[in-house]
């Protein structure tokens, strides 16, 4: 007898020996079958979804759940009109906070400003505190004078602004966040998935650099777990710089790594550990991704992460010692480094079916687009970044490097496997408004970026569902509605096939499925 019937609905099925069904059953959380392999099943619970279009639960394949969790319990200056009203907003808090905290700030971005904030300016706001006033595109700080006298010698910065490693240094002043925030924070950030029909994602990176919160942050979601509070299956990225050397067997060829000999893999589709992240440089917000001709009107071409050899030496070591690698890279020149380095990697140590992924691929020259199918790596991008800030990413690179901007199009064309993520908090994490920038190419603005490269609305439903579990190593259990799948699914209100592209995003989740049971506090889809 099956558990559950779900029935009168639309199923994108997303499998290609059965692309669309009309019924679907499931028992001990999978997907027993479909259409007339259940039709005649006897089952303990029926239900009508009335029409429903129903798809496998989407997947975020690259997303950042405390960061975004934490945010909202920072003070949030992200409503600011000027540089006078940030200050007297920080001030405000400050009063209010215990001298001895560090003063948290988000919601920071220079542009609408139209210059960074200063330590000087900080200090005058909160006189004797420390402030940490983080960018929201997570590749910069603007810090006080208390803080810049606790970094290293050498600590690079610009009147207190600091980029990328040196942002990264400030972090690890400021770090560690109590487990009992952590777990608040990543629970809230869950919640807000399941809202917008994300069942699973991979969080981008845990113990290190620009990404880190604690040393221990990954009992964070050991303890969610075993509370019941985990609603998403989750992927840990571990920070490259949580690697540390290791005593093994010198045949063994893993120099570094995390004790005990843990590596991507370990756990299980409910939470497990999984590709390793590595940073090659920075992001066009805040303007250090990393170009191989300056940006248009700026006088840079943005910044590598760190020393080029060490990122070579990074991505050698993980590749060699069995991990999927997790490659920041945004820029074109960022994008040259990761692909030299993982071709050299490979020829030193030959692995088979690898599954590196390039993540953001942001800007692609189409001389890489080759390369990167010949590497078999996944780019897996964020099509809300140019929904959020198109216009002026496309201002940023001028006429003819805009058409490069996060491709879809090219990246299927040339046979590179393409997923499709969020980047949350960075920009809304809404699954429905990324396919539709992904078809449409608009920006909020109105405006086409890089149009020739729309793509089908199957074809970025796949890149949230299908392709997306490919590249997290879900593909066996999520990411499709086949037999044997988990029964992860979002139930829609219309079909995105059915309506106008420039609707998608408008589309109302009305219910979500984990293993066959309705998420509470979704919408019941029967109604």
Same mark, same amino acid.
């Given at each position: 007898m099956l558990d559950l019937r779900l029935r009168?609905?639309?199923?994108?099925?997303?499998?290609?020996?059965h692309p669309l069904a009309h019924e679907l059953g499931v028992w001990g959380g999978r997907i027993v079958g479909v259409d007339e392999a259940?039709?005649? #099943?006897?089952? %303990?619970? !029926?239900?009508?979804? /009335?029409?429903?279009? =129903?798809?496998?639960?989407?997947?975020?394949?690259?997303?950042?759940?405390?960061?975004?969790? #934490?945010?909202? %319990?920072? !003070?949030?200056?992200? /409503?600011?009109?000027? =540089?006078g009203e940030v200050l007297a907003l920080i001030g405000r808090a400050a009063r209010r906070h215990p001298e001895n905290a560090w003063l948290d700030v988000a919601g920071y971005d220079q542009r609408p400003l139209g210059r960074h904030i200063t330590a000087a300016e900080l200090d005058r706001a909160a006189p004797g505190r420390r402030v940490l006033l983080a960018h929201d595109s997570g590749h910069a700080c603007v810090v006080s004078t208390p803080v810049l006298d606790l970094l290293p010698a050498g600590v690079p910065h610009q009147d207190g602004l600091l980029t990328e490693s040196a942002a990264a240094a400030a972090r690890a002043l400021r770090r560690p966040y109590s487990l009992d925030e952590l777990t608040d924070a990543?629970?809230?950030?869950?919640?807000?998935?399941?809202?917008?029909?994300?069942t699973a994602c991979a969080e981008a990176g845990i113990g290190g650099g620009l990404i880190s919160h604690s040393a221990v942050e990954l009992a964070a979601y050991q303890r969610l777990r075993e509370a019941g509070r985990l609603p998403l299956r989750v992927r840990l990225m571990v920070a490259a710089?949580?690697?540390?050397?290791?005593?093994?067997?010198?045949?063994?060829?893993?120099p570094r790594g995390l004790d005990l000999g843990l590596r991507g893999g370990f756990g299980d589709d409910r939470l497990a550990l999984g590709a390793l992240k590595i940073f090659t440089d920075g992001g066009m917000m805040a303007r250090t991704a990393a170009l191989s001709s300056p940006y248009a009107g700026l006088d840079h071409a943005g910044q590598l992460y760190d020393d080029p050899g060490e990122l070579t030496r990074q991505i050698a070591e993980g590749h060699r010692a069995?991990?999927?690698?997790?490659?920041?890279?945004?820029g074109d020149r960022a994008v040259d480094l990761a692909l030299d380095a993982l071709a050299e990697a490979q020829r030193a140590h030959p692995r088979a079916g690898v599954r590196h992924r390039v993540e953001h691929a942001g800007l692609v020259r189409p001389d890489q687009l080759p390369r990167l199918a010949?590497?078999?790596?996944?780019?897996?991008?964020?099509?809300?970044?140019?929904?959020?800030?198109?216009?002026?990413y496309a201002a940023l690179m001028g006429a003819e490097r805009a058409a490069w901007l996060y491709r879809g199009r090219a990246f299927l064309d040339h046979g590179v496997r393409l997923a499709a993520s969020s980047d949350r908090p960075v920009v809304d994490g809404a699954p429905l408004r990324a396919v539709q920038f992904m078809v449409e190419r608009r920006s909020s603005?109105?405006?086409?970026?890089?149009?020739?490269?729309?793509?089908?609305?199957?074809?970025?439903?796949?890149?949230?569902?299908?392709?997306?579990?490919?590249?997290?190593?879900?593909?066996?259990a999520l990411g499709s509605l086949a037999p044997g799948r988990l029964a992860d699914l979002v139930v829609l209100g219309d079909d995105p096939r059915r309506v106008d592209p420039s609707r998608i995003a408008d589309i109302e989740v009305v219910g979500v499925f984990v293993e066959g049971r309705q998420v509470e506090g979704q919408k019941d889809p029967t109604r």
């Amino acid at each position: 007898m099956l558990d559950l019937r779900l029935r009168n609905a639309t199923f994108l099925t997303m499998d290609d020996a059965h692309p669309l069904a009309h019924e679907l059953g499931v028992w001990g959380g999978r997907i027993v079958g479909v259409d007339e392999a259940v039709a005649r #099943l006897p089952a %303990r619970r !029926v239900v009508d979804l /009335g029409g429903a279009t =129903v798809l496998p639960g989407f997947i975020d394949a690259h997303v950042h759940l405390a960061w975004t969790g #934490l945010k909202r %319990r920072a !003070v949030d200056v992200s /409503g600011c009109r000027g =540089v006078g009203e940030v200050l007297a907003l920080i001030g405000r808090a400050a009063r209010r906070h215990p001298e001895n905290a560090w003063l948290d700030v988000a919601g920071y971005d220079q542009r609408p400003l139209g210059r960074h904030i200063t330590a000087a300016e900080l200090d005058r706001a909160a006189p004797g505190r420390r402030v940490l006033l983080a960018h929201d595109s997570g590749h910069a700080c603007v810090v006080s004078t208390p803080v810049l006298d606790l970094l290293p010698a050498g600590v690079p910065h610009q009147d207190g602004l600091l980029t990328e490693s040196a942002a990264a240094a400030a972090r690890a002043l400021r770090r560690p966040y109590s487990l009992d925030e952590l777990t608040d924070a990543v629970a809230d950030a869950a919640g807000e998935c399941l809202r917008q029909g994300v069942t699973a994602c991979a969080e981008a990176g845990i113990g290190g650099g620009l990404i880190s919160h604690s040393a221990v942050e990954l009992a964070a979601y050991q303890r969610l777990r075993e509370a019941g509070r985990l609603p998403l299956r989750v992927r840990l990225m571990v920070a490259a710089t949580a690697l540390h050397e290791v005593a093994a067997h010198p045949g063994d060829g893993i120099p570094r790594g995390l004790d005990l000999g843990l590596r991507g893999g370990f756990g299980d589709d409910r939470l497990a550990l999984g590709a390793l992240k590595i940073f090659t440089d920075g992001g066009m917000m805040a303007r250090t991704a990393a170009l191989s001709s300056p940006y248009a009107g700026l006088d840079h071409a943005g910044q590598l992460y760190d020393d080029p050899g060490e990122l070579t030496r990074q991505i050698a070591e993980g590749h060699r010692a069995g991990w999927q690698l997790a490659i920041h890279a945004i820029g074109d020149r960022a994008v040259d480094l990761a692909l030299d380095a993982l071709a050299e990697a490979q020829r030193a140590h030959p692995r088979a079916g690898v599954r590196h992924r390039v993540e953001h691929a942001g800007l692609v020259r189409p001389d890489q687009l080759p390369r990167l199918a010949a590497a078999g790596v996944t780019a897996v991008v964020q099509p809300g970044f140019l929904w959020s800030f198109g216009d002026d990413y496309a201002a940023l690179m001028g006429a003819e490097r805009a058409a490069w901007l996060y491709r879809g199009r090219a990246f299927l064309d040339h046979g590179v496997r393409l997923a499709a993520s969020s980047d949350r908090p960075v920009v809304d994490g809404a699954p429905l408004r990324a396919v539709q920038f992904m078809v449409e190419r608009r920006s909020s603005s109105g405006a086409l970026i890089g149009p020739e490269e729309g793509v089908t609305v199957e074809q970025a439903l796949r890149a949230y569902t299908v392709d997306a579990a490919h590249a997290c190593h879900w593909e066996h259990a999520l990411g499709s509605l086949a037999p044997g799948r988990l029964a992860d699914l979002v139930v829609l209100g219309d079909d995105p096939r059915r309506v106008d592209p420039s609707r998608i995003a408008d589309i109302e989740v009305v219910g979500v499925f984990v293993e066959g049971r309705q998420v509470e506090g979704q919408k019941d889809p029967t109604r």
